[in-house]
């Protein structure tokens, strides 16, 4: 069974572009997680999506990032404009039920000069 | 204001003797607690967790400790191999509430010596 993918891997923007980030879920996940590590401190939770809808985006830290899962499938993370805090890691994780483990994919590495 | 402390950055500790990680949390509301292994350039890997319920959960070299009235927990492994060598983050969710949502410590970086 394939795991959490993402892609990039790694993004270098300069401040004020545009970066849009793409998760893949495992197979049959209906929950579908974002969060982020900056700057090697904790790994901070952004939002949570429950099929293809928003069930808690209380961790999105402005409105300069958007997150879509059109269909229930894979989800992106858009950053418009990016900003220079924005750097960090950002990983995805996918659970079948609310209440299971969530496994992660490998992560984006944003870096915004 | 962070609600998963792990305050020791790194460990390091000689192959086959035991590795203990702790890790505190302030939020009452935390009820299940989870362990992730990190390895450079990959996502965190799931090891182990523990219910509130609980007070020790064991798979293998890995046991979880939870002290409720102390809002502590720690990971034990015995006997510890190179290839334990990683960042091991604490997490915690309050699933009573409905959430999932993970809260993570900074990690402790865990060096095992050959």
């Known amino acids: 069974e394939a795991g959490v993918t993402q892609f990039p891997s790694h993004s270098v923007i300069e401040k004020g572009q545009t970066v849009t980030l793409r998760c893949d879920p495992i197979s049959g996940h209906d929950n579908l997680y974002w969060y982020r590590r900056v700057m090697g401190k904790e790994i901070k939770f952004l939002l949570h999506f429950v099929k293809e809808s928003k069930q808690d985006e209380s961790g999105m830290p402005n409105n300069r990032f958007l997150a879509e899962r059109t269909g229930g499938t894979y989800s992106t993370l858009k950053v418009q404009p990016a900003e220079l805090e924005d750097s960090g890691v950002y990983f995805c994780?996918?659970?079948?039920?609310?209440?299971?483990?969530?496994?992660f994919g490998p992560g984006t590495r944003l870096t915004v000069l | 204001d962070q609600q998963v402390k792990q305050n020791s950055p790194s460990l390091s500790v000689q192959e086959g003797r035991i590795s203990i990680l702790n890790c505190d949390y302030t939020?009452?509301?935390?009820?299940?607690f989870l362990w992730y292994k990190k390895y450079p350039a990959e996502g965190p890997t799931f090891l182990i967790s523990?219910?509130?319920?609980?007070d020790k959960n064991e798979d293998g070299r890995f046991t979880v400790f939870l002290n409720k009235s102390a809002k502590h927990l720690s990971l034990h492994i015995v006997p510890s191999q190179p290839g334990d060598s990683a960042v091991y983050f604490c997490?915690?969710?309050?699933?009573?509430?409905?959430?999932?949502?993970?809260?993570f410590g900074t990690g402790t970086r865990l060096t095992v010596i050959p």
């Open positions: 994780a996918s659970s079948t039920g609310l209440v299971d483990t969530q496994y």
């Open positions: 523990i219910s509130s319920i609980k």
């Open positions: 997490a915690a969710s309050g699933r009573r509430t409905g959430a999932n949502n993970l809260f």
């Open positions: 939020n009452s509301m935390f009820d299940y």
